[in-house]
């Protein structure tokens, strides 16, 4: 074997080389990609559960609402009831009375 022949044989190992480690350096880059890739499909998911939760939350806020309102409207009605209480009170007493000054 010949200097030239081992230069070309060292030569072919030395492109074979360059070869793999360009085909390495690709599927780094490939798999970054897939890693960015799948990232931004996590981040979406992420972000339309966020959404779900955040119209979840606005559901559970309305239905607080609505019950407050009831509860004050049972609160209303609660005080009319003790209006009306206290007015036959009234009138007991002023029918006994007038049943007292009859008899």
């Keep these: 074997m010949t200097d030239s022949d ?3 044989k060292i030569s ?3 492109g074979q080389l360059e070869s793999i480690q360009m085909s390495i350096g690709n599927l780094d880059e490939r798999s970054i990609a897939s890693r960015l890739i799948s990232m ?3 981040i979406s998911s992420l972000t339309a559960r966020q959404e779900s939760v955040e119209n979840r939350l606005t559901s559970v806020e309305r239905r607080f609402t609505s019950v407050e309102n009831r509860l004050r409207s049972v609160e209303l009605d609660i005080d009319t009831i ?3 209480i206290g007015t036959l009170k009234s009138d007991i007493a ?3 009375g007038l049943l007292q000054n009859r008899g």
């Design 6 to 8: 081992e230069h070309e």
């Design 82 to 84: 003790k209006t009306d």
């Design 40 to 42: 931004g499909v996590d």
């Design 94 to 96: 002023q029918i006994l």
């Design 12 to 14: 072919g190992i030395s």
